[in-house]
């Protein structure tokens, strides 16, 4: 059993599809939806964790693939410059799942890429602009 | 036992004497008593790092051959006031650049100067007889400048107010990003760390206490603007709002960038984190009783900054453990708290000054004039010549 975290991107023709179903029936997937959007240009775009057999999630995978979803690994997404960063913590009562907190002993930012959903609200609450995302 | 400033100064210079920060001081006194730890100790070490919107430097460039009596200055683009003398002029941290907007300021135009990049001058004016120039247009640097020494109005703040959003839509301040439905709450201050709330009643800083400054040795130059002693306080004397400032004067030149730092915040603009340590002298156990203050001990109130008045709503106090915490009640509601001050950078500072005492670089001065306790704080009205 493994976990990923992947970002799916759904094109305009694949947005009404039951693609998300298919995980669940065809490859015996649990799935987590950590955040779900459509674009006004009719994109979709899904934050989503799988939980399952490490050869099911490949297939998953593959079978996203070809009907054109695009799969990106999101664990590298979110980043913060530490040469920037000055630990003040403006960014960590905005950070939902906390993923950025303050160590309770150093107070330096601690950032836990395993909470963090890409949600983006910490890229413009920092004041000096140390949080980027990589997409 | 009372101790005086002159007697410190000459432990520093001997090598004997004992410093702690104002993190440390509390475990000490906890653990020896207030009279032991105030024979002892004779210095405690404070420090902020915390956004500070009022502050500038005034720079005086030299003169051009042939010279100019600057009229309008813009460094970087971002304007500078040249209302005085002819080469003289102050940027403002806040300060906006006439091409870049919110995301340059004068806060990074003295960034760039501390870090020793160029930086474009121009200026222009009228001419006159003993200044004919009417525009120049140069490059210059830290170095090349006559002067340049920060003079801010209004810094280190003796605690200040946490912040909340009830509306329904995402709002930004000074106090940062503050998400709707009361997503989360803001607070600045280095609380049990920070040098006013060490030193409530200002026995010992005053105009012409040494401190550290973005790294260089300063000085207190004033009270600063909005000074107001008189807020209600606690029992050990720290006031639950802001209350006291301080105006603050330091050479540029000594600066360093790990220790004032530019930033912006989304839609409110450009301010400048400043860097401030304080050192306290333990004159006597009064002061350990201040000196000893926790974050528990210390509360601020929580407003609405949603309400767009002078005076918002406020929804009770608060003490910085909590608030530290990552956690506050407001109401029946958790919301998460956090700071936009580095608690970390101010720790660095504390213990940098402390290190610095140790090896004699740094020697404490008694102030020359105190600080008011008293002061009136006005609000503006808008009012005709006839209703003033």
Request: neutral net charge; hydrophobic residues 35%; charged residues 25%.
């Amino acid at each position: 059993m493994i976990k990923r975290k992947l970002v799916l991107s759904f094109p305009e023709k694949t947005v009404t599809k039951p693609i998300i179903y298919k995980l669940v029936k065809e490859f015996d997937l649990e799935f987590n939806i950590l955040r779900a959007e459509i674009t006004p240009d009719m994109e979709g775009k899904m934050l989503i964790e799988l939980k399952g057999d490490k050869q099911r999630i490949d297939n998953a995978v593959i079978y996203l693939s070809e009907n054109n979803v695009t799969v990106q690994e999101a664990a590298k997404d979110i980043i913060v410059d530490r040469d920037i960063c000055i630990d003040c913590g403006a960014c960590t009562s905005i950070c939902i799942t906390r993923a950025l907190t303050l160590d309770k002993k150093t107070f330096k930012l601690d950032f836990d890429k395993d909470r963090c959903i890409l949600c983006e609200l910490c890229i413009d609450s920092c004041p000096v602009s140390a949080i980027k995302v990589n997409m | 036992m009372a101790k005086t400033i002159e007697e410190i100064n000459e432990k520093i210079k001997s090598g004997d004497v004992v410093v702690l920060n104002a993190e440390e001081i509390i475990e000490y006194a906890d653990k020896k008593g207030v009279k032991k730890t105030a024979a002892e100790v004779d210095v405690v070490t404070t420090a902020t790092f915390g956004p500070m919107c009022s502050s500038g430097a005034f720079l005086n460039f030299g003169h051009s051959d042939p010279p100019i009596r600057m009229e309008k200055v813009w460094l970087n683009d971002v304007p500078a006031y040249a209302g005085i003398a002819a080469v003289d002029c102050y940027i403002g941290a806040t300060e906006l650049s006439e091409t870049e907007g919110i995301k340059y300021g004068g806060a990074n135009v003295i960034e760039d100067l501390i870090n020793g990049k160029p930086v474009k001058l121009k200026a222009i004016s009228h001419g006159t007889d003993c200044y004919p120039r009417r525009e120049i247009e140069t490059f210059i640097t830290i170095d090349t400048v006559n002067q340049a020494y920060l003079f801010n109005p209004r810094n280190v703040y003796q605690n200040y107010a946490a912040a909340t959003n009830s509306s329904n839509r995402t709002i930004y301040t000074y106090m940062g990003k503050l998400l709707p439905n009361f997503g989360n709450a803001t607070f600045s201050s280095a609380g049990q760390l920070s040098p006013l709330l060490n030193d409530p009643y200002y026995r010992t800083i005053g105009i012409g206490t040494r401190i550290f400054i973005g790294g260089a040795q300063g000085f207190v130059a004033w009270m600063g603007t909005q000074h107001n002693p008189s807020r209600e306080r606690l029992a050990n004397g720290t006031p639950a709002g802001p209350c006291g400032t301080l105006a603050l004067i330091g050479n540029l030149k000594d600066m360093n960038t790990r220790f004032i730092r530019a930033c912006s915040f989304r839609n409110y603009g450009v301010s400048m984190f400043m860097g401030i340590g304080v050192p306290i002298p333990v004159l006597d156990e009064e002061m350990v009783e201040f000196l000893k203050v926790t974050d528990e001990d210390i509360y601020t109130e929580v407003f609405d900054y949603s309400v767009q008045r002078r005076n918002r709503p406020s929804y009770g106090r608060v003490n910085y453990k909590q608030l530290r915490s990552g956690s506050i009640k407001i109401g029946k509601r958790d919301v998460q708290s956090g700071c936009i001050s580095s608690y970390a950078r101010a720790l660095e500072i504390a213990n940098l000054l402390k290190e610095q005492i140790l090896k004699g670089k740094f020697t404490l001065t008694a102030s020359v004039s105190p600080l008011p306790l008293e002061q009136e704080y006005r609000g503006l009205e808008i009012l005709s010549q006839e209703e003033l």
